[in-house]
């Protein structure tokens, strides 16, 4: 039974491109997180989806990032023209309901150069 | 607003002893704890969770402790290990509310 999936575990963009960070939740979990995580702090909530839904996004930057969850595929944070204040660890993580135990990937390290 | 801290930035304990990460939530209205294991490089683990209907909860090694009167949460490490070592948060989740919020960590150090 794999885990939260998350690919690439490590990404460099250089300012103003784009990063697109991908997720595949636990098999059989419906909703999923994501969360970004900078050094030596705790994580700060991002967004939250279901299938082909945005539920609570009220953690996004309001420009240059995005969050989907298509009804086939993985889940995908993209951001937009990449700043150096967007090299974190981005973790994406699901569950099979709102308050059942929530699991996460291994992350995404962004390094924007 | 929200806020999930934990007292002690830095734990050191010896190979073989109990351990006790505290953490104090602010928000009466969470019903839900998790906490987490993060080693460096990898993302958080869970450990256990517990209700706002509970006061205690047993796992392998470990136990999580709620004492809602005072917005107090412990987990204990019993025989702690080398493999222990890492970084423990605790994070809290509001009925209603989709969101876990996290505080900023303990680190515990295992001293062989």
């Known amino acids: ?113 | 607003g929200e806020s999930v801290g934990l007292h002690l930035p830095t734990l050191s304990v010896q190979e073989g002893d109990n351990s006790i990460i505290n953490c104090a939530y602010s928000n009466s209205a969470s019903d839900y704890f998790i906490w987490y294991k993060q080693e460096s490089g990898k993302g958080p683990q869970f450990i256990i969770d517990i209700r706002s209907n509970m006061d205690k909860r047993q796992g392998q090694r470990v136990t999580v402790l709620l004492n809602k009167t005072v917005k107090h949460l412990s987990l204990q490490i019993a025989a702690t290990q080398p493999g222990d070592s890492a970084v423990y948060f605790c994070a809290e989740k509001t009925r209603g509310n989709n969101r876990l919020a996290f505080g900023k960590g303990n680190q515990v150090v295992v001293i062989p």
């Open chain 1, 1 to 113: 039974n794999a885990g939260v999936m998350q690919n690439p575990r490590h990404l460099v963009r250089r300012r103003g491109q784009e990063a697109r960070l991908r997720c595949s939740p636990m098999k059989g979990h419906s909703h999923v997180y994501w969360y970004r995580q900078l050094p030596e702090e705790g994580l700060k909530f991002m967004v939250y989806l279901q299938k082909e839904n945005i539920i609570d996004e009220s953690g996004m930057p309001k420009e240059r990032f995005s969050a989907e969850f298509p009804k086939e595929g993985p889940s995908i944070l993209r951001i937009q023209q990449v700043v150096r204040g967007d090299s974190a660890a981005y973790f994406c993580a699901s569950s099979p309901a709102r308050s059942e135990g929530v699991f996460f990937g291994q992350g995404t390290r962004l390094t924007v150069v």
